[in-house]
Structures are given as C-alpha cells and as structure tokens.
C-alpha cells in the first residue's frame, strides 16, 4: 500500500508515489512501436550483445527437460526469443509486462516466428505478480526493473515465483566510472538521445525520462544489497562496456 505523502523519482523529478507507474505507462506506450529501432540506434547495436550475455549467463537447457522462465517486463519478447532460440523443446518463457503496446508489439513479432506455443504474452505488474508461488525456473528482466515504483516488492514477488534452485538474472543501466567515457556518456545521454527519441519516435521527452532515470537507479553495490535482501544467495553482478550496463544475479536456494 502507499503511504500518504511518500514520493519517488521519475527522472530526476519527486512524483507521488502512485503516480509514477501510471507515468512510465505513458512512456511506454509513446514509444512501443520504435522501441527496439531506438535501442539499436542507443546502443549501437551494443543492446544486442549484452542480451546475448544475458542469455549465456541463463544457460537454458538445450534437452526436452520442461524449463520455465518468466520474463518480467520484456513486452516486445527480445529476451524470450533469445532464450527459445537457445534453448530445447522443453523450453516455455512467460513474458510479463504491465504495458498493453509493448505486449501488442511482443505478440506481433511472436508471430512472425512462429513461436506463439513458446512464448506466452501476459498484462501483469511486477509488484503484484499473478502467479503461484514456485512456478518458474528462471525470472529476467532486462532494462525495466529501474522503471518500476517499488523495487523491493518487485525483487521479493521474483524470489516468491522461483522454485528453489532458480535464478534471477537483472540486466540494466548502470554507472560510468571509466575516466573519459563517463562524460562522453553524459553527453550523448543528454544530448543525443532526446532529439533522437524526437526524430525517430516524436515524443523527445520519454526519452529524457529514460536517460534521467538510468542516473537515479542504484549503483551495483547497492542494488545487490537489494537483491540479497529479498533472500536471494549467491548474489553477484559484472559490469559491461564500462559501466554502461551491468548483469546481476541471484540463486534462490
């Protein structure tokens, strides 16, 4: 429940508490069907590469063993095809994301490759996740878990849906702290990639949230002492293209 008065950020504004989700809503709705030319156009590409990291990390089986994942907050399905282009027959990935555009995307493209009986598309909220307790051999969520309002209870409903033995794997933003490249960062993030969300998508100001917000997110340190405190063990993280993103992971054991 929120607390009257408590606030939170979006970007690098103080907002209600209860409003922020319905703010990120609107993001993500402005910007659904360029998402993934924007990410390309971002990163470089380099989106692509740290995904594939992710999924070597996730290591799914390549046998008929049944092996479920839930993909939390991937509505436009990347880290699930991956995942299914990876794995065995015995592979289902459940994609979770609280945004019906992203969804829509994520179905149309299910489609065009065949992989509407792997890949399931759900509307759901990572705070209040509408499944069993112990349904999932693995939960991933790449670039979304800083988006979300109450983290904590994100990282808590994650350890509740994996059966003992699985794992949490976090792709996301992270901190530049190689000496030269943090402020050519900066200067790309707030400079370039406003007018860009402009040009590509019309709307300039979701992507100012979305660079505003990778500097509010925890530093790794912090962020895994979150992860820990939702009783995930064996919490580590590595940082990728230096700093720019970092991969966290968790065991439930």
């Not at 408590?6 to 809503?25: M, Y």
């Not at 878990?145 to 904590?152: A, D, H, L, S």
């Not at 995930?232 to 720019?244: A, P």
């Amino acid at each position: 429940m929120d607390r009257p008065g408590e606030t939170t950020h979006f970007g690098f504004k103080d907002v209600p508490l209860g409003d922020k989700q319905t703010l990120v809503n609107d993001v993500f709705h402005s910007v659904a069907s360029r998402y993934d030319l924007m990410n390309d156009l971002m990163s470089g590409g380099l989106h692509r590469v740290w995904k594939d990291i992710m999924i070597n990390a996730l290591d799914p089986p390549r046998s008929d063993r049944p092996f479920a994942l839930l993909d939390v907050a991937g509505g436009t399905g990347d880290i699930s095809f991956r995942a299914a282009k990876a794995a065995g027959p015995g592979f289902h990935a459940t994609v979770c994301d609280i945004n019906s555009d992203m969804l829509a995307v994520g179905r149309e493209r299910a489609a065009k490759r065949h992989l509407e009986t792997q890949v399931d598309f759900v509307e759901g909220n990572a705070e209040a996740l509408g499944f069993a307790d112990r349904s999932f051999d693995a939960y991933t969520i790449a670039f979304g878990i800083r988006n979300v309002p109450q983290i904590n209870l994100a990282l808590r409903e994650a350890y509740r849906v994996l059966r003992p033995g699985s794992r949490f794997l976090c792709l996301e933003f992270s901190t530049v702290e190689m000496p030269g490249l943090d402020k050519l960062y900066d200067l790309f993030s707030f400079k370039v990639i406003p007018p860009l969300g402009r040009m590509v998508t019309g709307d300039a100001e979701s992507y100012q949230y979305l660079v505003e917000s990778i500097r509010k997110f925890p530093k790794p340190a912090a962020f895994a002492d979150m992860i820990r405190e939702a009783g995930f063990s064996r919490v580590s993280w590595q940082t990728l293209s230096g700093g720019i993103v970092a991969l966290h992971s968790g065991w439930r054991l």
